[in-house]
């Protein structure tokens, strides 16, 4: 296989676990963590309820079950059966190459590829009012847009590191894989 | 490993290798640039992201702060010199940008404070031969991209798949495209900075417009080179030295070259009749900051 083919078939198993969230006038996409739960953004569904399409086209309905504001987190059950997505660690080098999964602009499980940046805190100039300066994001050139919110980050082996949550000056922000673990574990 | 890790890991050695000489520039308020380890004790720069000419420092790689001094800038090419300490890191490896095409894949590296080397990728979208910028400045050759210009970015190398720096990006120069000052244009401005902290540039003195089969004066500054070489209002010039001048391009391009000090002989239209003369061109009056 050559490299240019080669990320097609990664990227097709990891579209296999997005899911569309629709929820009121927003919504983005989400990822199937563990069996029956989805992780989202916190500002991809505001409500307690929002339906979930699978990659198949089949609409559930799905409760969220755990919000975290801070961190642009959501958890919500929902009755679907799809292969959970496998995690990685977020700790790239400079360089290495990232994908996302998301339904930018209404496009729906599209892929976009780039390179990991940087993941911890943003660096001082490049920081917006309202976000916690605290916090660690995986910084990496996508090019996202609204509707990527809540979908995957993947490595080259397609291991989610994280999940897409911002974009600021262009670059793709992400929450780290690690503390979506940690969510879910501590909400399920 | 799979041939999608490889390239993966390819990638990552590549900035890898080319962030030993990337610095981070704080030349500015709020987010620094990012600059190039070009020389021994010599970082480039891009001007417009100087701000200032006095209290400036580099994060280099190792996280150390030290302090830099401004050596010289140049507006038109967008380019700026800096002095550090030799022997503080390692010089840039240097690529060949003359034998890019379109579709070579290229990474844009910055560093921002104190954090590790930054990356973007692309491909190469565009050569082409040498041509001047908005600014004035002449290039050796076109250089452009789809790698995407972060915040900071500005004055970061350009490399290829090996970590070999092709030249500095310019988010000034660039449009839709990203635009990479050539490594053989960053050298040739580069002495003149270093000789006497400015590049000279051709100056007539003489406000011009095209016109039908030339470029005709329309006002001529007093003591000005055209002035004292007896030019008039009204005053077509049709070639400099022989070569023909059919537009504005060609007289500004020429004076974009390292024409200061040189007698050249243009050809006029001076009421209808053909006529030479010569002019001792000036070098264009510095811009004060």
Known sequence: MTTATSLAPVAERLTRSVVQVLSGPGGGAGVAWAPGLVVTNAHVTRAKAAGIVGPDGAQVRGRVIAWDGRRDLALIRAPVELPCCGTGDPHLRPGELVFAVGHPLGVTQAVCAGVFQALGKLPAGLRLPRLDPRLDWIQADLRLAPGNSGGPIADALGRVIGISAMILGGLGLGVPSPEIEAFVKANR | ?289
């Open chain 2, 1 to 289: 490993m799979s041939t999608l890790t490889a390239f993966s890991e390819q990638l990552a050695n590549a900035v890898a290798r080319a962030s030993q000489a990337t610095v981070s520039v704080h030349a500015r308020p709020k987010l620094p640039s990012t600059g190039v380890h070009w020389k021994d004790g010599v970082v480039v720069t891009t001007e417009a992201t100087v701000q200032r000419d006095n209290d400036i420092t580099l994060t280099l790689p190792d996280g150390k702060r030290v302090p830099a001094t401004l050596v010289g800038r140049d507006p038109g090419s967008d380019l700026a010199a800096l002095r550090i300490d030799q022997g503080l890191l390692p010089v840039a490896e240097r690529g060949d940008p003359a034998a890019l095409r379109a579709g070579h894949l290229v990474l844009a590296l910055a560093r921002l404070g104190d954090g590790g080397p930054r990356a973007a990728f692309g491909a190469v979208s565009a050569t082409g031969g040498r041509w001047r910028s908005w600014k004035g400045g002449e290039l050796a050759l076109r250089l452009q991209s789809d790698v995407r210009l972060y915040p900071g970015f500005g004055g970061g190398p350009l490399v290829d798949a090996e970590g070999l720096v092709l030249g500095i990006n310019s988010g000034g120069l660039s449009g839709p495209l990203a635009t990479t000052i050539p490594a053989n244009t960053v050298d040739r401005i580069l002495e003149q900075l270093l000789t006497r902290g400015s590049v000279a540039r051709g100056w007539l003195g003489a406000a011009m417009q095209p016109v039908r089969g030339g470029v005709v004066l329309l006002s001529i500054e007093p003591e000005a080179p055209a002035a004292l070489a007896g030019l008039l209002v009204g005053d077509v010039v049709i070639g400099i030295d022989g070569r023909a001048v059919d537009s504005l391009e060609p007289l500004l391009t020429f004076l974009a070259g390292d024409v200061a000090g040189k007698n050249v002989t243009l050809d006029l239209l001076r009421g209808g009749v053909r006529t030479k003369v010569d002019v001792l061109i000036g070098e264009r009056p510095r811009r004060t900051r």
